[in-house]
């Protein structure tokens, strides 16, 4: 299961908040994966492991800055895990080094989880 989580979060100091997420995935085992700039607003995404998303998701729903907007949701990607594998069998040269590395996304996505935080400055 592929777990996924979106926060909407209102910032005037839009870089000292990234830096505060980057620092709560550190505390989680996690990390900052992205970063990504629309006009004023910014998306980053965390990856957590699985074990300890929850927390790091609860305890960031807690900070002054998170708003309304949330959604947590998961994907069944074990068929798709599974496939992989299957056409990895028979696989050879830079076919099952692209597979490989897909298997190791998927993988990844069950060992992490992802938290994506909209931030937008104060209206």
Do not use: C, H, Y
């Amino acid at each position: 299961m592929a777990t996924n989580a979106q926060l909407d979060a209102i910032s005037s100091d839009v870089e000292a908040f990234v830096t505060d997420l980057t620092s709560l995935a550190a505390e989680f085992g996690g990390e900052v994966v992205s970063r990504d700039s629309t006009g004023a607003a910014v998306s980053v995404e965390l990856r957590i492991p699985v074990d300890r998303w929850a927390r790091a998701f609860a305890e960031l729903r807690t900070w002054p800055e998170a708003a309304d907007g949330e959604r947590v949701w998961g994907q069944d990607i074990a068929a798709q895990v599974n496939e992989i594998v299957q056409a990895l069998e028979d696989a050879t040269g830079s076919e099952a080094e692209f597979l490989g590395e897909k298997l190791a996304f998927r993988i990844d996505r069950i060992e992490r989880a992802v938290i994506v935080v909209r931030i937008r400055p104060p209206d």
